[in-house]
């Protein structure tokens, strides 16, 4: 009997986002799913809705994202004993974990440069360190791929702003690492890929701006269960066709 | 009774590469299937053995990859009478179509680069406009488009090298056109994608480095039936998240 | 006794621009300047104006910017005669000319695309290739360099606008000609230089929108003075140091 | 009598790179040089040579690139007491630390990464706050600035490589930062730029690889008074027409 396919998702949030779009799309592929948020009410709410919807999630709340909370609380993850029988294999690892501080640049503090870089870089290093060595211990699937780790990125990657700087210095150092990563560990068949999320999710309305008179919603805020649809996709690709990157905007976005 | 969508798909060579892929991969999906290539008999026999396997395909050939050309090669299918019963909508169009010259600089001609920007730049933007304009008299599709237009690129695209001067000059400007559209008809829900293709194409064997000792053919040359799954993943995102940009290459691949 | 400097300027519009500026300020170091534009009238008189303040310029009016109109008027250059004594190396050429249609991507003509392409790609090839050509006959300079390709590139080289498709296109080729040729001729020591001039120039006001309230023209138009400048110092760079791409936009510029 | 204008140099390491050259030249142009390095030997050896040359030097060793520490160094500089009569005034302040760990990703340690954003991310957004605050003091210059931000970038600021996850991700968000700040503060005259160093530099030649057969040491590694002259050079432009980013390399580099 083969293994069942584990994804881990970090950065769940309160589970209304993109984190918790693709726990509940994968854990209805059959996925296992194990979820890492900070807050652990939300996170155990979400893994109750799947499990109570037929599927497999776990809770691992982490107290913050340190280069040590991410090993341990992945560690717990691969020794985590799943209630239903049968091996488990990690195929999928989703870094949406994600700080950032938006504000003048006269106004970043030094903790909020800190806690970006901490965050988006060095935690996502310890992050991607247990995903492939993970992977590497896997046969190769059906596509050809041990594993894929993906990460959320945002336009924020690719392009500074005057109130981003804080959040832009981590995201740019996210997208470094993915690109490292995936011409690393391509020639050993673990796909990485970088989404760069361009726009204002759904979820996310309260705080964002309101709909303009005439505006849809549909054409201007992402919605995160079409993110989970194209993170799919990046998992299923043939290993003879990967991509390392992608943008995901609005019909209607402006850019 | 709804219309049956409609695939163009302009650039399909000898049928083995990608443009011959999607058309497969869109028939089985129920899509109607207009076929553009310069060769007649090829185009036929694609059409030929698409019919065979029940889908509904019709070859346009086209003698030379000029605007006026594009334009009335377009029209004759958009006239076109399908043999089953039912309307029909154009809601994909594929510019596959590619030319190049591989040499040093001062050996690239005057014909070489005027071939090279009069297919992938000049043709491409006759094929964009009847495409945009079809696209812009149907409703909106489940997925929220009225249509999507696809691009194939190539590292190329972004990248000049020491003997690509002809190929990347056409390749970037064909780049360009996609930008453009992608954000002028966005806000019209006509969604333009534009693929980087990184690597070598298994079907292109043909004149193509022989394998290494020890390299598997999947890890190392792109399968034209995965870009296609791509490009159908293209077509099928919610206009809530878009992508304008993925690339494409070989999990072995080194870039 | 050694070789007067030579360099051509293709593009010299109404000689109030970036290649008047450029003209002006190589006559000023020493060098022969041979300006080529459609119009004759101000071509003359801004030859006499060099000619008048002490340098040594030549005009040499061009019907069309076509391949071979290129060729033609560059050859006639290299073989010009100049009235003062002493032999003349061809040391730098800055390719200037511009050719674009503003509009949204259905107003676009056939002619347009043609046009942008004809004279933004082609032209610049057959400009490039006789550059090149003449270069390769020169030793090298103080600075390790046998010559200097410059090429005035825009913001439209590397972003697509909703109604910049034509130019775009162009321009985007035009960077990717500059890619490939700096790769390639950097290791005959020959310089090849890309510039993205992102605003609108001082010298272009007529047309151009009138300064806001409370904005200095120096804060927010290039002076062209300024980018001839910087393209004596990608001239003068060290053969150790060279830069492929620069962009130059106002201080008060938002991007 | 007015202001002698200042520079700040950090990473000036053994005086033999980048700030070193830097630090040499503009005490040639008349400015005062404060040299910031963890070493203080080598340190005092360029303040020593740079004065006994007729210039203006001092040192000021710094114990680690934090933070803090870079605030404290930054507040020494500028209260510091010259010797020469006179005012002073920050005019320039280049910012060429750099940390990095060039390995797998498999053998990078939480030290190297957090070593790697704090040097080269949280350290350079507390010596962009000292430089911008200083400049906002200043009146226009004679080219319209209130003064100049350089930024010492490298390839790995755009490219992620199989070895270089650890520095990409600092250089990513290094560039990062100066994108920000160039958008946030040319509107106040204030000019920021980003330099990338693609290649070898001459004095790094001991660990580098030797040259080889045929190869001139001028043709493949970056020179650093060559880099010094295009700071200069940045530092002169006009406000009409300021660079963001420029790239440098050997002439015969391969890229």
Known sequence: MSARPLI???GVGAGKGTGGSTARLFAKEGYRVALIARGADSLNALAAEINQAGGEAAAFPI???SYKGVLVVFD???SHTWPSPGATELRVA???ASAGAFKNFLDVTEEDIQNSVNLNVVASF????RAVLAFKENTLDANGARGTLLFTGATAAIRGNTWTSAFAAGKFGLRALSHSLAKEFGKENIHVAHAIIDGVLKRER???KPLEEGQEEANVRLNPDAIAK???HLVEQDRSS???EIDLRPAHEKW
Do not use: C, D, M, Q
């Open 8 to 10: 881990v998702v970090a």
């Open 63 to 65: 107290p913050e994202y």
């Open 76 to 78: 717990s993850i691969l």
């Open 94 to 96: 989703l870094w949406n």
């Open 126 to 129: 310890a992050f991607s360190r």
């Open 206 to 208: 309260h705080g964002s």
């Open 230 to 232: 194209t993170y799919k």
């Open 242 to 244: 990967w991509s390392w």
